[in-house]
């Protein structure tokens, strides 16, 4: 079996369905969670078509430059040169120039494919003049005799079965040269490439080149036509068959009438007049009543395989030039003898149904186009924007996953909206939430700075206080302290505070004696505050309350020195307030015993404390 000739190199796919829309036949799948199309080889009709609908050159055909090269190398070989090589080299002056090009790679025997024109035409003027009631379908098109094989096997009868004519050149290279010759067919066809491949039959094809390749080939031989003499092309000579390139160019070698009025064949060219004359043909014929002479390019000028397939006026002057100089190289008697010695030929050949139309229940395409929200639209008609005949095709191919649902515009538009609208509820509610948290992060911020505000005048009362205070955590490191207890510690206290203010990271182990230090650790291991504990402490007497400010974490202490004397009088002052109240207590319980003698000690008591207080002042 033939390899494939077109595929689709899938890491250059940018799935943009392209192609997809450009396949006459839809032989390009596109799998639900694929991210690149297919060619379904099976499908496939090689017109090439979807080569330049391609935006990034993934699609590209077989090439057998290797395998010619091989062939070429051996000394049992032939050249099949098409015609439409006169279109395809308009520098080239003379045909006889490619023949000697085709020897100089390594050529042997070069034929030239206008006299397997000669005799194909013989052969469709019989049976078109011999007309019997039935009407044909020309069939030198490689791409419509598989699209009618494939596509419309109800046609398949129609197809005139005579060779095509490099296939009849083919059996006559092999008559000259021998059977066990290797053959390359040279053209701008590259359905050629499978379809010519026929190893168990006499008119097959070894190796196709297109001219884009033979021009690839000239290069890597460095052959210009400049440096080279004539030479003629081997066996059987044309006349007027290198007119085959254009569409109704065989016609002109008949004396078939060509007018509208009188002719008996219609002659149709070009990818979708081909598909549309099929449809209708399939449907109309007994009303048509007309021979279709069919090509899917707009002849084989046109082919894909020309390096440059437009510049169709161009090419149809360039080739009737080319047979002008043909016609003239070689008399009609000698030319009369060649088609006497070859007609004898076997030109007869079949054409076998190879079905690829797809079947899909009712039942499905309308579930499908239901999916596709086509259910109540006309869908036998559409849009074809995705390249369908139909939206009800489309959905059928669809259902058998062989398109996906966004290659339909107006779907895919419709998921587009919707995408958009939920798109600017998010963005809405994203900028609502953005301004929610802009509205927390200004509360943050402000409360941020209430804290700071707070931290500073805490920090400034603390200052203040005449009593020492520090703070620690539950590893004795000191967290804040005041001026009062880095007084109270003394002199090197002081110096320290030079170079670490408020003594914050200091080790309280290294300021304070192991005596005082357990009251520290006590409150942090009980939880339990110590208040107004007098201790000896740097020959002074202190007073030392410790309580907890974070449970096992962090306390606090405020220490007083007792000798110091604004400390001391309120201290007296505090302390005989509490032998007041204390005493009051008493003197309440006393009073009911000794009656007027209580107030008298009181009165006593509190001259201390005025005479303490005017002391102070
Ligand atoms: S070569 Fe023709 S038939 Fe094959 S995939 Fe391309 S367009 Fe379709
Ligand atoms: S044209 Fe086809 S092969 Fe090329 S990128 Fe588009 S989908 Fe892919």
Known sequence: MKNAVFYINANKCILCYSCVRTCPVKAIEVKANSTFAKIIDSRCVNCGSCVPSCPTEAIVYTKSIEQADAILSKEKNAILLDPAIAAEFPDISDYRKFAQML???????????SFGVDLMTIQYQQIIQNFKGKHYITSACPVINDMVS????????????????????????????????????????????????????????????????????????????????????????????SLFPIANGWIELTDLDQSIVNSDIITIVDKNNSINALDEYSDKMNQIRKHLNMFYCKGCINGPGMTNPENILLKTNLVAEYTKKRANSISIKKWQDYIGEYSQIEMETSF??????????????????????????????????????????????????????????HN??????????????????????????????????????LAQQAMEILNAMLQKLPAAVVIVDNSLKIIRSNQSFINLLGKEALEISEIIPELSGADLKTLLPPSVLQYFSFVLENDDNISNKDIQFNEKLINISIFSIHKNKIVGAVLRDLYAPEIRDEEVINRLNEVIDKNLQMVQKIGFLLGEEAAATEQMLHSIIQSYKSNKK
């Open 412 to 449: 895919s538009l419709d998921h587009r909206n919707h995408y958009i609208t939920s798109l600017q509820k998010k963005i809405e509610e994203m900028q609502h939430s953005h301004e929610e948290v802009k509205i927390e992060q200004e509360k943050t911020k402000k409360d941020k700075e």
């Open 150 to 241: 494939k596509y419309y096997p109800e046609l398949l009868s129609n197809l005139i079965t005579v060779l095509t004519p490099a296939q009849i050149m083919a059996k006559i290279a092999r008559k000259i040269v021998g059977n066990d010759s290797e053959i390359i067919f040279i053209t701008s066809c590259t359905a050629s490439k499978s379809a010519y491949f026929k190893p168990e039959k006499e008119e097959h094809i070894d190796c196709v080149l297109t001219f884009e390749e033979l021009r690839n080939i000239f290069l890597k031989h460095n052959i210009s036509e400049t440096q080279l003499e004539y030479s003629d092309f081997d066996g059987p000579q044309s006349r007027m068959g």
């Open 103 to 113: 020897r100089q790679i390594g050529g042997k025997n070069i034929f030239d494919v």
């Open 352 to 409: 076998e149904a190879n079905d690829q139309r797809i079947s899909v229940p009712e039942e499905r395409v309308l579930e499908t186009l239901a999916i596709l929200k086509k259910e109540k639209s006309d869908y036998t008609k559409g849009c074809q924007v995705c390249g369908y005949k139909s939206c009800k095709d489309f959905a059928a191919y669809v259902a058998v996953g062989m398109a996906k649902s966004d290659m339909c515009l």
